[in-house]
């Protein structure tokens, strides 16, 4: 597959590393970097043909990361700031992107489907609740599945109250945070997870995918808002959500 990466940073390169034994890799960036795979400038994305857009756009660079974990005390502060760059980003590439099926990596990624939904004709999804129950699962010590939002999602079948969520969420966060703080980002941890989810996505046999999508009609009491809840999904198509039995208490912390 021919596959666009919008914004090559160090995720970007990482997940198109781990994609290039079985893919074409194109970018566009602001900068052109010095790497083995192919540079388009921006007026030739719209005449290009592309399986998909991957938008791995970097906010947060090596350089200014102590800066902001000085300002900011969570995870869910710094996508705040990550939404306005990105979305600045993307207001000055939106116009040339070409017909693709598009895939968000950047943060706040539930945010950034909703914008690009509301704003192309294109078929958006988001990666990224599956590294929520990564952490989660590791918090619980047991095998978790996420729903909701990225970074402020709910864990499935072992939450007792609100009280027990914001507790284990703080928890979760402030690893994350600490670990981002000292460390960056776990790139190859990010790589991995996404070339599973691509298989997956794009596999001959059904699967059942948690991603993000946005939902104009009412789902759970939802609507007009972008979150992660379980997908079928057949050769790049979601082809139906799955239906789940939530608790009172997961609905409630959906809203």
Do not use: W
């Amino acid at each position: 597959m021919n596959l666009l990466f919008l914004g090559l940073g160090n995720t970007g390169i990482s997940i198109a590393d781990r994609l290039s034994k079985n893919n074409n890799i194109f970018y566009y960036d602001v900068v052109k970097k010095n790497v083995a795979y192919k540079y388009l400038p921006l007026t030739k994305l719209k005449k290009s043909n592309f399986d998909y857009i991957i938008v791995t756009l970097s906010s947060i660079s090596i350089l200014n990361r102590l800066k902001l974990c000085s300002k900011y005390n969570t995870t869910y502060d710094l996508r705040k700031y990550e939404l306005v760059k990105n979305k600045n980003s993307l207001k000055k590439i939106i116009n040339y992107l070409p017909n693709s099926k598009v895939i968000v990596v950047s943060n706040p990624v539930d945010d950034i489907v909703t914008f690009l939904s509301k704003n192309t004709n294109l078929d958006v999804i988001g990666f990224g609740i599956s590294l929520d129950a990564l952490r989660y699962s590791n918090y619980f010590k047991q095998k978790i599945n996420c729903i909701g939002l990225h970074g402020f999602s709910v864990p499935l079948k072992v939450l007792k109250s609100k009280t027990h969520f914001l507790k284990s969420y703080s928890a979760v966060d402030l690893k994350l945070f600490n670990s981002f703080k000292v460390n960056g980002i776990n790139y190859d941890l990010v790589s991995k997870e996404f070339e599973l989810f691509f298989n997956k996505l794009n596999s001959d046999k059904q699967n059942t995918l948690y991603l993000s999508k946005y939902i104009s009609k009412d789902i759970l009491g939802l609507e007009n808002i972008s979150l992660s809840l379980p997908y079928f999904v057949k050769k790049g198509k979601v082809v139906g959500l799955k239906q789940i039995k939530l608790t009172s208490l997961e609905k409630n912390l959906l809203k």
